[in-house]
DNA sequence: TTGACGCATGCCTATATAGGCATATGATGG
DNA sequence: CCATCATATGCCTATATAGGCATGCGTCAA
């Protein structure tokens, strides 16, 4: 079995590296598919079935304009990954008190020996 | 193709929840291989195979302890994640704004049909 | 209505990968 | 050296999914 569906958690959603490209540029404002795809180098459906993807689990929306659709963001899914992330914030500088330690560790046990 | 491998991109690694799981348990200190295991209701295998993923993104470290060998968290990858999705927190709120924006647009046209 | 444009979808293929199982590898205590 | 415990790996299968291609579908202008 596989992880959860991209469609549904965000965080598979942004695992592919394009998809969050796309998000960047959606940054800047709406964007019709044609542009987006051709901004970042994929073809018209490729960059349709990722922004399927992103209408999916919801971190753009879509709405037509004449025979164009234009894609914008919706970046409330975003802060669920932010504040996951920010949980480990206070391990981010720990971290290299940590790994200090355990060279200490390796040392130590070097000598030994 | 797919997308950036698991063992070298860290918004793949942690798009599997399971993995997500282990990096929030170790937020509690160095564990042994089965004890996660255990608590997480995968089987040793499975645990090591996701440890593997996460020591090699660099999420992880591990040392030996006797038989066993201890994972510990070494959260500094997540600090990319964190600032991307941090890139967007203005739009979170904004997003409401131009949801209203979005909607109003539609009763608009709904009117003038 | 017809033709052109913009986009979505279906079909197909290759590939990554999660998970189950058996087993190899490594370390420890006798 | 042997038995045992703790992990890591290899093998296999099922599945998700990215990307290429052709094509369907809706919209607009003439």
Same mark, same amino acid.
Request: proline letters at 4%; a neutral charge; glycine letters at 8%.
């Given at each position: 079995?596989? =992880?959860?569906?991209?469609? &549904?958690?965000v965080?598979n959603?942004?695992a592919? %590296?394009?998809?969050?490209?796309?998000?960047?540029? *959606?940054?800047? #404002?709406?964007? %019709?598919?044609?542009? *987006?795809?051709?901004?970042?180098?994929?073809?018209? %459906? #490729?960059? &349709?079935? +990722?922004?399927?993807?992103l =209408?999916?689990?919801g971190?753009v929306?879509?709405?037509?304009?004449?025979? @164009?659709?234009?894609? #914008? *963001?919706?970046?409330r899914?975003?802060? %669920?990954? +932010?504040?996951?992330?920010?949980?480990? /914030?206070?391990?981010?500088?720990? &971290?290299? !008190?940590r790994? !200090?330690?355990?060279?200490q !560790? *390796?040392? @130590?046990? =070097? @000598? /030994? !020996?």
């Amino acid at each position: 079995m596989a =992880r959860a569906a991209t469609t &549904s958690d965000v965080f598979n959603a942004i695992a592919e %590296p394009q998809r969050r490209e796309i998000l960047v540029l *959606l940054r800047g #404002g709406e964007r %019709p598919v044609t542009e *987006l795809a051709e901004e970042l180098g994929m073809t018209q %459906p #490729g960059a &349709s079935k +990722h922004l399927r993807v992103l =209408r999916e689990v919801g971190l753009v929306r879509d709405r037509k304009a004449g025979k @164009q659709r234009l894609y #914008g *963001l919706d970046a409330r899914g975003l802060r %669920p990954v +932010h504040e996951w992330t920010g949980g480990f /914030e206070q391990f981010w500088n720990e &971290s290299f !008190d940590r790994l !200090d330690a355990y060279v200490q !560790d *390796l040392k @130590q046990a =070097r @000598q /030994e !020996d």
